[in-house]
């Protein structure tokens, strides 16, 4: 079951913050620099942790209380505190109520902070794919987020190293990108491209000045049958704004037929 194991625990938070410090220093290497990965990161703590789930995967929090606590009238989730047996979460509820939950590891505790990625990253998948695809009736292939994940890379990949007309080939041959301008929309700021041909004449002459720094994140899904999916997601970076895509299946690659995608000035 996947309650299996979730308290509800008004008392709880105690424990993860009589032990949190402890744990810290345990994952802390010598001279402060910490388990950071790479120059410029900032070292992985338990509350680099929490503040980076709380500021950057508010939507997993979420589908963490919904999926694994059995919340389903939460409507945001907030990381209180995290260590080697789980995380604590409090959930806010529909009606202005509050519950906090004791949510363990799938697979059981983990050794130390550096295992902390790795298994919240696989619940996040599970739980998300529960909670945020919305299949309607009929469909009998439910799909789940990860070959949307997996285009919006390829968007972000080839914008980095500015193949902005190969992002033609994520497109179908019949779809429409209308560009979303910050501002009320012209034909010029927002113009109608209708075919790929067309789209990828657009991209390749302004994508370096609509695009660059790009990157999409799908948070919501609703799938019209075993072909059509509308993905709901939000831009980072200085487009930063909700979008809206629809994608089609074609021989087994899925294809953007309509596209509301934002883009800079």
């Not at 292939?141 to 193949?163: H, L, M, Q, S, T």
Request: hydrophobic content about 40%; charged content about 25%.
């Amino acid at each position: 079951s996947r309650l299996s194991g979730v308290q509800v625990d008004l008392a709880g938070i105690g424990h993860f913050r009589a032990s949190m410090a402890d744990q810290e220093n345990a994952a802390t290497v010598a001279e402060g620099k910490g388990n950071g990965k790479g120059k410029g990161k900032a070292p992985v703590t338990w509350e680099y942790i929490k503040s980076h789930m709380n500021e950057d995967h508010a939507d997993s929090l979420l589908a963490f209380v919904v999926f694994f606590g059995g919340v389903t009238d939460a409507e945001k989730a907030v990381l209180v505190d995290v260590n080697t047996e789980g995380f604590f979460v409090q959930a806010e509820l529909a009606d202005g109520s509050k519950r906090d939950l004791n949510i363990p590891y799938e697979g059981g505790a983990i050794e130390g902070v550096d295992q902390v990625g790795k298994v919240m990253v696989s619940m996040s998948k599970k739980a998300r794919d529960e909670v945020f695809v919305r299949p309607l009736a009929g469909v009998s292939d439910r799909i789940g987020f990860a070959p949307f994940n997996d285009r919006n890379k390829e968007f972000k990949d080839k914008c980095d190293v500015g193949d902005f007309a190969g992002l033609a080939d994520l497109y179908a041959s019949d779809a429409v990108l209308v560009p979303q301008a910050p501002q009320p929309p012209t034909m010029d700021t927002s113009p109608i491209l209708a075919g790929q041909e067309a789209i990828r004449g657009f991209l390749q002459s302004r994508g370096a000045a609509l695009l660059s720094g790009v990157t999409l994140k799908s948070m919501r899904i609703c799938q019209r049958n075993d072909r059509e999916v509308t993905e709901i997601g939000r831009a980072w970076g200085a487009i930063g704004r909700p979008y809206c895509r629809q994608w089609r299946c074609e021989d087994g690659s899925w294809l953007l037929v309509h596209d509301c995608l934002p883009v800079k000035l």
